[in-house]
């Protein structure tokens, strides 16, 4: 790849992300309120915010779910058939450095399973059920974050040798 083309996807992601959000917050400005302020959740998401406004907003709720749940769904659509892409193209050129390849991208898909498979749900899955809802958004916008960092750090070859010793001295064993 080369800077041209990082470049041409980095601004077509700020776009679509621009886009989106704005016409979100468009929507949102033109709706009535009133009654209560407060939203049963940890942070203001737009389906909860819709849920306030005074009026039947069943037909809204469902066409912002299904653009949220189409964006969503081809982000991650799209994220795994470059890394099918990239494990097929490493394959066809080495098999030593396919195995590698594998790992490498195991760990990432993990990451973007764990973190799109609950932000699909929420956003697809037309029943609400509140408490579901409170602990699936916790687990795309802090777990999976703070996964990142230990995947990636249990992969480095110096925290591998570490955590060998430490098994070592643990259970008593020479590595």
Avoid at 11 to 22: K, L, N
Avoid at 23 to 39: D, M
Avoid at 116 to 141: E, N, Q, R
Avoid at 156 to 164: H, L, P
Wanted: hydrophobic share 50%.
């Amino acid at each position: 790849m080369n800077l041209q083309k990082c470049i041409g996807l980095v601004v077509i992601a700020w776009i679509v992300g621009f886009v989106h959000g704005m016409s979100h917050l468009v929507v949102i400005a033109q709706l009535p309120f009133c009654g209560p302020r407060e939203i049963d959740s940890f942070f203001c998401d737009m389906p909860l915010v819709v849920k306030l406004a005074c009026m039947d907003s069943y037909n809204l709720d469902t066409l912002m779910n299904i653009d949220c749940g189409f964006v969503a769904v081809t982000c991650f659509i799209l994220l795994l058939i470059s890394y099918a892409h990239i494990l097929v193209t490493v394959h066809q050129s080495s098999k030593s450095g396919a195995s590698r390849a594998l790992s490498t991208c195991t760990a990432h898909i993990t990451v973007v399973v764990l973190f799109f498979g609950p932000c699909i749900f929420i956003y697809v899955w037309p029943i609400s059920v509140t408490w579901l809802d409170k602990f699936l958004a916790v687990f795309y916008t802090t777990i999976t974050p703070l996964l990142n960092p230990a995947i990636y750090s249990l992969r480095n070859k110096e925290n591998k040798d570490v955590m060998k010793r430490f098994k070592s001295y643990y259970y008593g064993f020479q590595v």
